[in-house]
């Protein structure tokens, strides 16, 4: 199985200020790579997939890249409505669909 | 608008058995795979079952693969989860979702259904 670790655990950042956020694979797994974010109490939301197309209705702030075991996920400007936590997850080897375990981003 | 809602959970004792389910609504359902991924509480997020658009193919997490069974409806638009001899480790927020392809191959997930919390406790 692919393991996916993700770093830091928790990120403080100041508001406008930029936000980047790692995911490694233990394994290639090209560009088959998403980011969800998911607020506290909330279902995850689709934020990037392809490693780096925004989904439909995402802000241009966040943006994705990255290619076979290295990923990050930037905030250029951080909003107060940024805070969550953010999930890489693979589809390049399955089953399973493997996850990260996340990076909870706060504001200092 | 695409929609997920699910129904089901609650309170069980470990042995027991729970269904889930989730009605779709807003795509065409039968054009989807569909999945099961769960949340332990404070934990993060682990995918659970998924099941092909015409339902001929299911793919389990080790942990659950005899014990749980994925199913759907397509007349009916609706996505189940039987989870049977439930144990402690279950204990979590199950959320249905619709898995979007690539190159005809499940990829990533969109959107997600509101969760629901199963606890498995004597």
Redo the contacts between chains.
Sequence with gaps: DIVMTQSPVTLSVSPGERATLSCRASGSVNR?L?W?Q?KPGQ????LI??ASTR?TGIPSRFSGSGSGTEFTLTISSLQSEDVAVY?C?Q?NN?????????TKVEIK | EVQLVQSGGGLVQPGESLRLSCAASGFTFNNYWM?WVRQAPGK????VA?IKKDGSET???DSVRGRFAISRDNAENSLYLQMNSLRDEDTAVY?CARF?E?IS???????????TLVTVSS
């Design positions: 088959n998403a969800y998911q279902a995850p939301r689709l997939y392809g989904a999930y997850q589809y399955w089953p399973p669909w493997t996850f990260g375990q996340g | 999945t993060g997020l682990e995918w998924i793919f389990y997490v959320y979007l690539w191959i499940p990829g990533w997930v969109d959107p997600w259904g509101q969760g």
